[in-house]
């Protein structure tokens, strides 16, 4: 019988993952597979049990949970050379970019039938300085705002929270002088925000780069120039209608590796969490990882 490790976060989401455990393990032990648990119950310890698994044991692993828990258990397997076991996801969080640019489904009985159809597809991971990101490394105006928003406050208000989050920020917000070498150049100038995306969009944004490929072995750069506080409200609305690409504001290019600096003490974002401080090299991980989809 095939092995797979079931990770689950009874805290994302809608916190309703956990009552439907039952029909995950019939399904998937009717598609031939031995189900293997673990319940997340604090900070470091889906690192610290994934650090102990044995590299050949297991055949595949599911996530339970939001880009959150699919960050740390990506990390984990990177890092821990367990990136050969395909992950199948369950897109049960409160933020699941990386699920919904996958077109993954949510429902029991649909993401079950995924795994037992045993189709995956090779997948890029990013690597900043020493972390792995999924979805997208950012930095800037936005990009710093799901980490500030409390757990309830982000639970009740879900996408939402972000926008009200962002209209905090403004004004205490500066530009951002940075210097973005890619393979090509060295770019210098004053940025509101920049994205450097591994899947197509981020929080409330969707469909940011509507071209971007998961599987391609490069990111796509998205830098705004700073438009000021003035112009901001007209320019976000050309972006979110999605045109952008050709605009003077924005600076867009697809690379493999990309070095961002900063005079500046500027974090970065990794999938909405605190990153590494500036300067950061990103690097793209060209199917690192195997994940299940139809
Ligand atoms: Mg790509």
Redesign the pocket.
């Known amino acids: 019988m095939k092995k797979l490790k079931l990770i689950y976060n009874p805290y994302s989401g809608d916190k309703t993952f956990k009552f439907d455990l039952d029909i995950y393990v019939t399904n998937l032990q009717e598609a031939g597979y031995e189900v293997h648990m673990f319940r997340t119950i604090k900070k470091g310890d889906i690192e610290n049990h994934l650090k102990e698994v044995p590299k050949d044991f297991y055949d595949a692993f599911i996530i339970a949970g939001g880009d959150g828990t699919i960050n740390i258990v990506v990390n984990s397997l990177m890092k821990y050379g367990l990136n050969h076991i395909p992950i199948a996801i369950i897109p049960v969080g409160t933020a699941n970019d990386f699920a919904r640019f996958l077109k993954l489904p949510k429902e029991p009985d649909d993401a079950c039938k995924i795994i037992a159809n045993n189709n995956t597809i090779p997948v ?1 991971v990013g690597l900043c300085n020493e972390t792995y990101f999924i979805n997208v490394c950012a930095g800037g105006l936005f990009a710093n705002i799901s980490e500030k928003i409390d757990k309830n406050f982000k639970e009740v208000l879900g996408k939402l929270g972000y926008y009200i989050r962002a209209l905090q920020e403004m004004p205490f917000y500066k530009p951002i002088t940075l210097k973005i070498t890619n393979s090509k150049e060295t770019i210098e100038d004053k940025f509101d925000l920049f994205l450097v ?2 899947t197509s969009g981020t929080g409330s944004i969707k469909n940011l780069s509507p071209k ?9 750069f998205i830098g705004f120039r700073n438009v000021g506080i003035t112009n901001l409200p007209s320019f976000a609305i050309k972006v979110l209608k999605g045109e952008y690409l050709e605009h003077d504001k924005i600076l867009f290019f ?1 690379d493999e590796k990309i070095t961002i600096e900063s005079v500046e003490d500027i974090y970065s974002d990794l999938d909405g969490e605190k990153g590494p401080k500036l300067p950061i090299t990103i690097k ?1 991980i060209s199917n690192a990882i195997k994940v299940f989809t139809n």
């Not at 971007?212 to 796509?220: E, K, L, P, R, T």
């Open positions: 890029d995306l591994n971007a490929s998961i599987s391609d072995g490069v990111f796509d697809q793209n």
